[in-house]
């Protein structure tokens, strides 16, 4: 049974930093790409950061040189760095994985049925 448990988040002044985990069971990080996603009340699901099997990554526009992400295979854990933190980085976080999609599709938001989500980090920027 695939699963996905998020820690991390919370509330931080602008310019702080964050770090989110997902430890995930059923499946190896060592075979399928794992990414961060957020959705903006309004908006479109936007893929945060991505990593592949090989630890290839990608990152979207709005959070380059800001987030990294990465993960401990031993673990059976990846994590999101988030540093520089913004106001409008407020939104609720989900790490995900698809066991068919490559990273590509994964960070793009092409999914094939055989997705799986964490439950959702709340993280607030605020002053």
């Known amino acids: 049974q695939v699963q996905l448990v998020q820690s991390g988040g919370g509330l931080v002044q602008p310019g702080g930093s964050l770090r989110l985990s997902c430890v995930v069971s059923?499946?190896?990080?060592?075979?399928?790409?794992i990414g961060w996603f957020r959705q903006a009340p309004g908006k479109e699901r936007e893929g945060v950061s991505c990593?592949?099997?090989?630890?290839?990554?990608t990152y979207g526009d709005s959070v380059k040189g800001r987030f990294i992400i990465s993960k401990d295979n031993a673990k059976n854990t990846v994590y999101l760095q988030m540093d520089n933190l913004k106001p409008e980085d407020t939104v609720v976080y989900y790490c995900?994985?698809?066991?068919?999609?490559?990273?590509?599709?994964?960070?793009?938001?092409?999914?094939?049925?055989?997705?799986?989500w964490g439950k959702g980090s709340l993280v607030t920027v605020s002053s």
């Open positions: 995900a994985t698809d066991l068919i999609a490559t990273m590509t599709d994964l960070c793009s938001g092409i999914f094939y049925g055989m997705d799986y």
């Open positions: 059923g499946f190896s990080l060592e075979g399928y790409p």
């Open positions: 990593i592949n099997n090989d630890g290839q990554t």
